[in-house]
């Protein structure tokens, strides 16, 4: 197994947020962890990669304990983390976002910083052409459409070479058609990479096209886990969806 957490525990104020989950990812897996609004998804996504220290539990990245290390040294392992509201910097073209992930990850920006413009031309190419947005290199992030930010953000994400990627709602704010097209994108790359993708959304069309497995969180707690098929067929989670009607909409598409 690439990923292996066990008894995850955290507690704000005497409200616990995420109680006892556990669960295992694949190298060129893709997993899906999906509840209600206030599920616990964020506080387990913001453990898993150093944001905020669990109560409890053990995150394992090929056998290597997380716990404890703070989210620069979880990147430098290989975990790589895409947000729900973009973070690019508006001033710098597109190639030079991508440069700056990769002269960090390289540890060569504090005495290169005059420079930086110069170094890593290839390798932030070679990314922005693997999300569709070569020719856009020299563009400003600020004057993007949103769609063409989170592929810009990707390519950042993918700076580090990770063997994991944490995806927090990744198509939010993104129109239907864009949020299909980003996931096939994470999705391929993934597979041809044997990179293990763990993403949070509400997007019950994306989430059983795209994923391999899903988790179901409700309360701090996984209530099931499966394959599309077996979640859809969960009676506890048909119930927690039943008010919204996203599940059978996705099911029957």
């Known amino acids: 197994m690439l990923l292996e957490v066990s008894g995850l525990r955290k507690s704000f104020g005497g409200v616990e947020a995420v109680r006892g989950v556990e669960f295992a990812l694949g190298a060129g897996e893709i997993l899906a962890l999906i509840?209600?609004?206030?599920?616990?998804?964020?506080?387990?996504?913001?453990?898993?990669?150093?944001?905020?220290?669990?109560d409890g539990g053990s995150v394992k990245l090929e056998g290597r304990e997380l716990v404890g290390l703070a989210p620069r040294a979880i990147w430098r392992l290989g975990v790589g983390r895409t947000f729900q509201i973009t973070q690019t910097f508006g001033s710098m073209n597109v190639r030079e976002n991508v440069q700056m992930a990769l002269l960090s990850h390289g540890r060569a920006i504090g005495d290169l910083w005059r420079f930086a413009g110069r170094l890593e031309v290839a390798e932030a190419d070679r990314?922005?052409?693997?999300?569709?947005?070569?020719?856009?290199?020299?563009?400003?992030?600020?004057?993007l459409a949103y769609g063409d930010l989170k592929r810009v953000e990707l390519a950042v994400a993918l700076a580090n070479r990770p063997k994991l990627l944490l995806m927090d709602e990744p198509t939010a704010g993104m129109a239907p058609k864009e949020r299909i097209q980003l996931m096939r994108l994470t999705a391929r790359i993934a597979r041809d990479n044997r990179m293990g993708v763990l993403f949070t959304e509400h997007d019950m069309d994306v989430v059983f096209e795209h994923a391999d497995r899903i988790m179901v969180l409700n309360r701090g707690i996984l209530i099931a886990q499966g394959t599309p098929t077996e979640v859809r067929a969960n009676q506890q989670v048909r119930a927690i969806y039943l008010g919204e009607g996203r599940l059978y909409q996705a099911a029957a598409s």
Do not use: H
Request: hydrophobic share 35%; glycine share 18%; net charge neutral.
């Open 35 to 54: 509840g209600p609004n206030g599920a616990g998804k964020s506080t387990c996504f913001n453990m898993l990669n150093g944001q905020i220290k669990p």
């Open 127 to 143: 990314l922005l052409g693997l999300v569709g947005m070569a020719d856009a290199a020299e563009r400003p992030c600020g004057e």
